[in-house]
């Protein structure tokens, strides 16, 4: 696969198909709705979506959405940078938070 589209762990990193993840995850979240998210590994994609929703709705910074979700479900790794970009960058552009970019941390 293109290694520009596909995440480490495979399945895609684009970000209008994050976006679209995120909003509805956030949607579902905003009407208190109980909700499972998941994907292959459960530890990158399915993270940075986790962590750009709950960034939107409680106005957390990514760091700070990161932290909370890592407090209930602890992982030893950080998910994928480029999807960590895209959850500051989502974060960015739906909150009046201007969060930085995973990579510049």
Do not use: N, W
Not at 43 to 55: F, M, Q
Not at 68 to 93: C, F, N, Q, T, W
């Amino acid at each position: 696969g293109d290694p520009a589209v596909e995440g480490k762990y495979g399945g895609s990193c684009e970000y209008e198909l994050f976006e679209e993840a995120a909003e509805e995850l956030y949607q579902a979240l905003a009407k208190d709705e109980s909700v499972l998210v998941h994907c292959h590994a459960g530890i990158s994609r399915s993270v940075s979506v986790a962590t750009a929703a709950l960034g939107q709705l409680l106005d957390l910074r990514r760091s700070e959405a990161l932290d909370l979700i890592h407090y209930y479900r602890p992982v030893g790794h950080y998910p994928e940078m480029k999807l960590m970009d895209h959850a500051s960058r989502y974060i960015s552009e739906h909150t009046d938070i201007k969060d930085i970019p995973f990579g510049d941390t």
